[in-house]
Nanobody, 116 residues
């Protein structure tokens, strides 16, 4: 059973920063990776960032150098530090956990709105 609860979304001006956090309850799950996707209005959900169980991070090109994904050693929290935010970063952000079989568990999403 996996439960993911995001927090930290909100309204911020362009150029500002926000930190998203996702509390993961994933007992009995062998985690392969944790990370974030986002979905803007009228668009498909897109990959943002992830961190593997081995600590390797990957980022989508639009957020490289601005966003940082991290997790604690116990893999109970995955965070997304977002800096130099742009209006095009406006979206609902979803955290996810991928198990060793490639199955993804999703949070309910948190809204991030960046005003120009």
């Amino acid at each position: 059973q996996v439960q993911l609860v995001e927090s930290g979304g909100g309204l911020v001006q362009a150029g500002g920063s926000l930190r998203l956090s996702c509390a993961a309850s994933a007992s009995g799950v062998s985690i392969n990776a944790m990370g974030w996707y986002r979905q803007a209005p009228g668009k498909q959900r897109e990959f943002v960032a992830r961190i593997t169980s081995g600590g390797i991070t990957n980022y989508a090109d639009p957020v490289k150098g601005r966003f940082t994904v991290s997790t604690d050693n116990a893999k109970t929290t995955v965070a997304l530090q977002m800096s130099s935010l742009k209006p095009e970063d406006t979206a609902v952000y979803y955290c996810y956990v991928r198990n060793k079989l490639g199955f993804d568990y999703w949070g309910q999403g948190t809204q991030v709105t960046v005003s120009s």
